[in-house]
């Protein structure tokens, strides 16, 4: 089987690769994108055999790029990705978002207090989309059940991918601040970024016949005890459970050098809501805005940012250590050609080096890097990856994986007894390629509702190789599925493809 690659030109890619056929090798975080119409390289990562298969696309700015992802998907009979995981968690018949149906920004103001019950059910710790699939799935299999999902976030459970793609790239500002974005799913309709799910009021769940899903929000879980089936509140209330779920995700790494409250005020992480919002207003009185990383989450949002106050003169900067835009998981080529492209969105690059010293400077931060380049901006974004939030295990003397992170869980996505986890801060057995970590959305997803069907009874064993897609800008998109390394020996297929030119097929 070595180096076999099995694909065509429109099948979607999550399935060019053979599961069978994957290789051992420690996952590299990422996100992907897909679709096409002049140009498609595809491209397999091999060793002994084959490891992962990935898609890219780029577009000749006369179709949007959601355009162009529904064209393509729909001329293979296929769906796009996106829209299968966003099916499966919202009704199909969702209606534009509205300002009385989108749940609200943060307050200052502190909420009333609430009636907290002593002992739930199904409690999930956590309000990601791990955890909102998880208690999907608990309702299918058991209508009756009671699911508590207590989230130290101020919103009800919402979809992360859109903070570093859609709400960047929406030609529509207001609709964006707002939390709207027209999506590749939506039909052309405005939606916003959370699940919608008729949920109850914490105070009443336990008293409901028919069962429901209620949410705690702004509530940080601070310690758990397996052997007596309880969760510990910040506030001293503790909460039995039969079932509890720890679908914790994980927290955005700092670098020290930024640290220092002359220095903290201009540099912030990237990972929730409030982030975006902070950022996107901040963005609208700055000049210069610097983005260390570059992987995923920080391509996107240098060229999100880039692209959204383009007309405003904000000179976007980013610098990594890799020799091009997301070089830890693409080949060398393939990631140089990135940074091409993201050179001509508007962001000045430069890849080969690391910031050594962060001082203030003109009411900003002077960064120096190791190659002796001074830059001067108003504001600092880091971007460097993600720890698998495990503060529970101590207290629940649960299994912390040495090497990958996170609650070591087994084929079925169980940590101990009546206790499982899911999404980033699962680590998982993966039958062909060994322990596994994974953080993308398709993983959150699919994870979240095996473990809440296995929760209700179920006992189904995780055998899903995740897909991830990313958009790096509005006109630059990949997806991919298994390990993406860009250390394994990779084989790129550019297929040819042409265009009418005057009445004459033009090799593109």
Excluded at 57 to 78: C, F, H, I, M, W
Excluded at 200 to 210: S, W
Excluded at 284 to 309: C, P, Q, S
Excluded at 425 to 449: I, K, M, N, T, W
Aim: charged share 20%; glycine share 10%; net charge neutral.
């Amino acid at each position: 089987m070595a180096g076999r690659v099995f694909c065509s030109r429109l099948q979607p890619v999550r399935h060019l690769a053979r599961r069978s056929a994957l290789q051992p090798r420690r996952y590299q975080s990422g996100g992907g994108g897909a679709g096409a119409t002049n140009t498609w390289l595809v491209l397999a990562a091999a060793g002994a055999s084959v490891a992962a298969a990935y898609q890219v696309y780029t577009s000749n700015r006369t179709k949007p790029l959601v355009e162009q992802k529904k064209d393509a998907y729909a001329k293979s009979g296929a769906v796009h990705p996106e829209a299968v995981a966003e099916q499966q968690l919202t009704p199909s018949s969702t209606e534009a978002a509205t300002e009385e149906s989108a749940p609200p920004p943060e307050s200052e103001t502190p909420p009333p207090p609430i009636s907290l019950p002593d002992k739930v059910p199904y409690v999930l710790v956590g309000g990601g989309t791990a955890s909102f699939a998880a208690a999907k799935a608990i309702r299918e299999r058991d209508p009756a059940a009671k699911v508590l999902i207590v989230t130290q976030e101020n919103y009800s459970p919402y979809s992360r991918p859109p903070l570093s793609k859609h709400l960047w790239l929406s030609g529509d500002h207001a609709a964006a601040q707002q939390l709207k974005f027209i999506a590749p799913w939506s039909g052309g309709k405005l939606v916003d970024l959370f699940y919608n799910a008729d949920f109850c009021k914490v105070g009443e769940l336990m008293d409901r016949e028919e069962g429901g899903i209620a949410v705690l929000t702004g509530t940080k879980v601070v310690g758990m005890d397996t052997k007596s089936g309880s969760i510990s509140l910040a506030g001293g209330h503790v909460i039995s459970y039969d079932k509890c779920l720890l679908a914790t995700g994980g927290r955005p790494r700092t670098l020290p050098l930024f640290s220092g409250e002359k220095v903290e005020k201009h540099v912030s992480v990237y990972r929730e809501i409030p982030d975006f919002l902070t950022l996107d207003q901040r963005l609208e009185n700055t000049k210069r805005v610097l983005v260390v990383g570059g992987g995923f989450l920080g391509t996107e949002l240098a060229v999100g940012m880039a692209t959204r106050y383009r007309e405003g003169g904000l000179q976007v900067y980013q610098l990594f250590p890799e020799s091009g835009n997301l070089g830890l998981v693409l080949p060398p080529a393939l990631a140089s050609w990135t940074l091409d492209k993201v050179k001509k969105e508007g962001v000045e690059v430069f890849p080969n080096v690391t910031p050594v010293s962060v001082e203030p400077e003109s009411g900003g931060v002077k960064v120096t890097t190791s190659s002796g380049i001074e830059l001067t901006v108003d504001h600092v974004v880091v971007a460097v990856g993600l720890w698998p939030n495990t503060d529970l295990a101590s207290s629940g003397q649960l299994e912390v994986d040495r090497h990958l992170g996170g609650f070591r869980v087994n084929a079925e996505l169980q940590a101990c007894s009546n206790v499982w986890a899911a999404g980033d801060a699962a680590c998982f057995y993966d039958p062909h390629l060994g322990r596994r970590r994974v953080e993308h959305h398709d993983h959150a997803q699919v994870s979240g509702r095996l473990a809440g069907s296995n929760m209700a009874g179920d006992q189904q064993k995780f055998e899903h190789q995740s897909m991830f897609w990313s958009d790096v800008g509005p006109d630059v998109g990949f997806e991919a599925t298994g390990v993406v390394d860009s250390s394994l020996p990779t084989c790129g297929v550019y297929p040819k493809t042409s265009t009418e030119v005057k009445g004459k097929r033009k090799p593109l």
